[in-house]
């Protein structure tokens, strides 16, 4: 029993950060990655009622860790509050990602 | 994995030192996880569950939760029905961990994983309340204790390995992680930003290297000896705060004094 606990317990401790750390997106949780790089977008910016403006993930998320993932759950959380029609996460190091929202059907 | 592995034993006064100092660090985190979960639960904030509708609790139980866990890390500390308290605490850190993404903390994750592995060790066989009702032992099994080794080698190891990229290695993210006080104090010193370079280099080394090192009795004390200034450094200089990294540094050491315990081959 005790070495099935043994080798249970060494291979997640062993397998699950060697996972995270050859398939998952930098910082991942759970691979003991600390400050080994960013996830978060530096800016956000959303288009809405025909202008461009800045909106601050802060407003959003309590704690900005620098492993989250934010890219499923926050642009259709910003999309609805501001009533935009375009959120755009710009990245110090790599090309903007722009996330469409969803609009309203228009009335016949 | 020699079969010793799971005959031997080691001095249970080894073990003692790793789960008062887990304890310790247990208690001095609720500050920063206190923190991270008042923050989610501001209302109108998002919250980011890994299974949707099971997430955090209401925030009238926060003070409850950090009651809880104090109180466990407490009973760890001083050794007072020991394996329970272990093993609860342990649960309550994995559920802060699991509950939503943005109240995952590695502190909190290493802490959880180390009093696990106390919970399945014998560690209040001394220094603790249980020893003295009559439950002393001079030496437990010793695997647990293997365990608790592997887990902050792995820590070291993957926490280098994750460095070695770009972004880490050029120094700028040495540079974003420094508290700015001390940022302005380096620059206005006429220090080279390259010192942010140098600084990304060797501490992802420097972690790579202390895996390596304390499984060799002969780098074991060096290793150690360079371990305590760059987790302090860590403390002093880094961001967010400074009790969360004083944690992660006390659940660090906590595994030190395993390295130069006394094993003898066993018992039954």
Known sequence: MRQVAFFAILAAQVVIPAWQLAFAVRPARFGWQMYAGSRLPSRIVVSAGGAEREV????????????LDTEERLPPTICRRERAVRVVYHFPDREPREFPCPQPPSLP | MPAATFTSVIDARALAVTRV???VASAIQIVETRGYIAAV?????????YVPGVGLFDAAYLNHLSLLTASLALCLAIGLFTRPAALCLSAVEFYVILADQQT????LLLLASL???????????????????????DFVPAW??????????VAYLFGGLAKLNTAYL??????????????????????????????????????????YALWQPRRRKPAVILAVPFHA????????????????ALAMFSAYPLFFARYDAETT
Do not use: C
Not at chain 1, 56 to 67: K, M, Q, T, V
Not at chain 2, 145 to 152: D, G, S
Not at chain 2, 233 to 248: G, S
């Open chain 2, 144 to 153: 647990p204790a293997t365990l608790i080794k592997t887990q902050v080698t």
């Open chain 2, 233 to 248: 450094l860590m403390v002093l200089t880094i961001m967010p705060a400074a009790a969360p990294l004083a944690a992660f």
């Open chain 1, 56 to 67: 601050l993930a802060s407003d959003y998320l309590g704690n900005l860790r620098l492993d």
């Open chain 2, 21 to 23: 100092l887990v304890g």
């Open chain 2, 115 to 137: 009093a696990l592995l106390l919970g399945l060790a014998r560690s209040g066989a001394r220094y603790s309340v249980d020893a003295q009702r009559g439950k002393a032992e």
């Open chain 2, 104 to 107: 995952y903390s590695n502190h």
């Open chain 2, 170 to 211: 050029s120094g700028a993210l040495v540079y974003q992680s420094i508290r700015p006080g001390v940022r302005e104090a380096i620059l206005s010193a006429g220090v080279p930003m390259t010192v942010f370079t140098l600084l990304g280099f060797s501490s992802a080394f420097f972690e790579i290297w202390l895996a």
């Open chain 2, 41 to 49: 639960l501001v209302p109108d904030r998002l919250t980011l569950p």
